[in-house]
């Protein structure tokens, strides 16, 4: 039997198909055999690769056999031996594929899920679901008491026609930020950037780092810039560029350079940076505590009694056992008599009764002490120290009055007689802030204004008072957070991968072409500041005079002299 394939003949045989042996053609008249036949690799050796599926049906057995064989054509025909052998030549991938039967199915999939999770206007759309969701949060008071939201959205006159307590309540928008839907749409989005950032971000920078040659004149005219050196060098050409800070890389005759690689990373860094902010706004959504108090001075509480979870993520911790202690709450006040400011000064004991902190907070001027927050926000009156007939001082308690807007206004009574009568009178005192009290006689007369701490006596219906003190109450509110840093950290990342993203990714092809070079460009941003930079940078390409051309010069300058000096 005759090889199929001199060696003298060997490039011309490679063009031709497997079928053209008469072996094979005669056993592709056999009725019994149907081949599918696929070529998979074709290289410079002397032997060519074919995987073949045959399918064998017999008169006495009905069923199929599927027998994957492996045929290789080498320079000589078989021996008789080997030609026998074809059993043992089973493709092993494919009984693996077989044993496997729904990997292909899974694979596509997960393509496929892949594909419509970063596909744009889904993420445009979850962000735009997101920014809905927290206007409503604005808009809806968040984590009042539920007969709050009976009052405000009744069923019997729903907002737009619709909206009641029922939608508040059973959505979880109560507290918005830590409800399932608000969550769910966040994980979504967090889904849509990561697929985004496998399935497009990753393989564009793997493409950017490659060193991409080009090795055809006409493939290099047809980048958005091109342009020629009649009479130049490739390798001058090269340090031109690494001048400019380009990366240049050199293969024969074949130049490519880039610089500005890192904005290919800032989609990626974008992305991880919102990832980071969703992460840490969940975190302090749902593993955050928070709480509020108003306390007199003078008095205690302790930070585990004011603090309440917001999801199911908040983890108490020890520094929850720390009691804080009221020394003194005061006021500034303008020239015109409003509160400008106010003044709570903290003392933070141990378990075992040790001062670890003191500090005076104020608006603006929290108090931090492990993980924990105390803000300074609100202030009232709890009580008023009064001398009566230089009995006392008795503390009588203060009780907020309600007006119409932000002002305050506080009162008091103090009693003459028998206070367990049914027609009880006495003295009623006002105040607006901790500077000074309005007294009242027992028919509602005006009888006067003292100053607190002033000892000045005042008489009214025959009974001598003097205000000894206001005692004041501080405001305050208490939370923990953890997931600030992250958020800050998330902010901070994206600010600067979105300044590095507007960085231009330059990318330049060169050619030698004979005494010629070829050159080409393109660059993702600032299209016209890439154009003029790459005429400046050839412009600096030093011009390579051959010694035929320097000779040539030099006999027409000589020419030039004789013309200019005869003899």
Do not use: C
């Given at each position: 039997m005759e090889p199929l394939c001199h060696d003298r003949a060997i490039n011309s045989c490679m063009t031709r198909t497997l079928f053209a042996s008469p072996l094979l053609q005669s056993a592709l008249k056999s009725p019994l055999l149907s081949f599918n036949s696929r070529l998979y690799t074709v290289t410079a050796e002397k032997s060519f690769l074919f995987k073949i599926g045959c399918k064998i049906r017999t008169s006495q057995d009905n069923k199929r056999r599927h027998i994957p064989k492996t045929i290789v054509i080498p320079d000589k025909a078989p021996s008789v031996s080997e030609d026998g052998d074809g059993d043992k030549g089973i493709d092993t991938k494919l009984q693996k594929s077989n044993g496997v039967p729904y990997l292909g199915f899974l694979k596509k999939g997960s393509k496929r899920v892949l594909a419509g999770l970063s596909n744009l206007p889904l993420a445009l759309g979850e962000m735009f679901t997101i920014a809905g969701l927290m206007a409503l949060g604005t808009v809806i008071d968040q984590g009042e008491a539920p007969a709050y939201y009976f009052k405000k959205y009744p069923e019997d006159n729903p907002v737009f026609g619709l909206f009641t307590w029922r939608w508040v309540l059973t959505l979880g928008f109560d507290h918005m930020y830590s409800s399932p839907i608000f969550l769910g749409m966040l994980a979504l989005l967090a889904a849509s950037l990561m697929a985004c950032t496998y399935t497009t971000q990753i393989p564009l920078v793997r493409v950017a780092r490659r060193w991409s040659f080009l090795h055809s004149a006409d493939a290099i005219r047809k980048q958005e810039f091109a342009d020629s050196l009649p009479k130049a060098s490739v390798q001058d050409l090269g340090v031109i560029l690494m001048g400019a800070g380009y990366e240049v890389f050199l293969k024969g005759s074949?130049?490519?350079?880039?610089?500005?690689?890192?904005?290919?990373?800032?989609?990626?860094?974008?992305?991880?940076?919102?990832?980071?902010?969703?992460?840490?706004?969940?975190?302090?959504?749902?593993?955050?505590?928070?709480?509020?108090?108003?306390?007199?001075?003078?008095?205690?509480?302790?930070?585990?009694?004011?603090?309440?979870?917001?999801?199911?993520?908040?983890?108490?911790?020890?520094?929850?056992?720390?009691?804080?202690?009221?020394?003194?709450?005061?006021?500034?006040?303008?020239?015109?008599?409003?509160?400008?400011?106010?003044?709570?000064?903290?003392?933070?004991?141990?378990?075992?009764?040790?001062?670890?902190?003191?500090?005076?907070?104020?608006?603006?001027?929290?108090?931090?002490?492990?993980?924990?927050?105390?803000?300074?926000?609100?202030?009232?009156?709890?009580?008023?120290?009064?001398?009566?007939?230089?009995?006392?001082?008795?503390?009588?308690?203060?009780?907020?009055?309600?007006?119409?807007?932000?002002?305050?206004?506080?009162?008091?009574?103090?009693?003459?007689?028998?206070?367990?009568?049914?027609?009880?009178?006495?003295?009623?005192?006002?105040?607006?802030?901790?500077?000074?009290?309005?007294?009242?006689?027992?028919?509602?007369?005006?009888?006067?204004?003292?100053?607190?701490?002033?000892?000045?006596?005042?008489?009214?219906?025959?009974?001598?008072?003097?205000?000894?003190?206001?005692?004041?109450?501080?405001?305050?509110?208490?939370?923990?957070?953890?997931?600030?840093?992250?958020?800050?950290a998330g902010f901070g990342a994206l600010m600067l991968t979105t300044c590095i993203s507007f960085l231009s990714h330059s990318q330049v092809w060169a050619l030698q072409d004979g005494t010629a070079v070829m050159v080409g460009g393109k660059s993702n941003r600032a299209k016209v500041e890439f154009s003029n930079e790459m005429d400046r940078l050839l412009n600096n390409v030093p011009e390579i005079i051959s010694f035929s051309d320097s000779a040539q010069s030099l006999v027409s300058q000589n020419e030039t002299i004789d013309s200019t000096f005869p003899e």
């Open positions: 074949s130049l490519y350079a880039f610089k500005g690689l890192a904005s290919r990373f800032a989609p990626i860094g974008v992305h991880l940076a919102m990832l980071l902010i969703m992460g840490g706004a969940t975190l302090s959504a749902a593993g955050s505590f928070r709480g509020s108090v108003t306390v007199p001075q003078g008095l205690n509480f302790v930070v585990g009694d004011v603090l309440g979870p917001t999801g199911f993520l908040s983890t108490p911790t020890e520094d929850f056992n720390t009691e804080v202690h009221v020394n003194q709450f005061y006021m500034d006040y303008y020239d015109t008599g409003e509160v400008s400011q106010f003044h709570t000064d903290l003392s933070l004991f141990n378990l075992d009764g040790k001062e670890v902190m003191r500090k005076i907070i104020s608006v603006n001027d929290p108090l931090r002490y492990g993980g924990i927050t105390i803000y300074q926000t609100d202030w009232s009156i709890s009580a008023l120290q009064v001398v009566k007939d230089g009995e006392g001082p008795f503390n009588l308690a203060v009780a907020p009055l309600q007006l119409s807007g932000d002002k305050k206004l506080f009162g008091t009574f103090l009693p003459f007689g028998d206070p367990n009568s049914s027609d009880v009178k006495g003295i009623s005192m006002l105040a607006r802030d901790l500077q000074s009290v309005v007294l009242y006689d027992q028919e509602g007369n005006f009888a006067g204004i003292r100053r607190p701490s002033s000892k000045l006596p005042i008489e009214i219906d025959g009974v001598k008072i003097v205000i000894e003190d206001a005692i004041g109450s501080t405001g305050l509110d208490l939370k923990t957070d953890p997931g600030v840093p992250i958020v800050y």
